[in-house]
């Protein structure tokens, strides 16, 4: 079966790092793109970046550049997502989302998707 | 950046016919950008419904068509079920890796 199974709730505090994990099965990952989404509490979907895990080749939305890193281990099936110094406003649920094919074109698979909660 | 554009919200009666779409800021949206649709019911993550304008997932009912009508991309639902109820967005495709949301349509069955 095919399946992204994403690491579990955290609640961090502002300026903690965390990283967050998205691990699939089922599928040769290597040779899919991953990507990461944002939804804040009561908000639409944002697209964040996509990774490549063959290569590691990382594309970042605009709005996220900078703010966030993105990074795979092709080894063990599994794609990251790490923040250096989180904020408040970075409370959110995050999804990762596999690509239909080889390319960025069509999207296929979700992640269950990890809660971040950042309070002091 | 680009920006994507849904209804925020529509109503339909079960059984009945309501098309979704989906317009780009940059212009007129064509199979180029490979419009992809989810699904988002409360509480659940997203499901896909529809990738490169019209294509349908094994696990996607009938009911559920995609297409390019007047320069937007369009998500068709023809005979609506209660359980249609949910978030519908859009993925624009804007190329090298740059992927953007619509804002989502809310579908009420009613």
Known sequence: ?120 | QAVVTQEPSLTVSPGGTVTLTCASSTGAVTSGYYPNWVQQKPGQAPTALIYSTKNKHSWTPARFSGSLLGGKAALTLSGVQPEDEADYYCLLNYGDGHLIFGGGTRLTVL
């Open chain 1, 1 to 120: 079966e095919v399946q992204l199974v994403q690491s579990g709730a955290e609640v961090k505090k502002p300026g903690e790092s965390l990283k967050i994990s998205c691990k699939g099965s089922g599928f040769i990952f290597s040779n899919y793109w991953i990507g990461w989404v944002r939804q804040m509490p009561g908000k639409g979907l944002e697209w964040m970046g996509v990774i490549y895990p063959g290569d590691s080749d990382t594309k970042y939305s605009p709005s996220f550049q900078g703010l966030v890193t993105i990074s795979a281990d092709k080894s063990i099936n599994s794609a990251y997502l790490q923040w250096n110094g989180l904020k408040a406003s970075d409370t959110a649920i995050y999804y990762c989302v596999r690509s239909n094919g080889a390319d960025t074109s069509s999207w296929y698979l979700w992640g269950q998707g990890t809660l971040v909660t950042v309070s002091s």
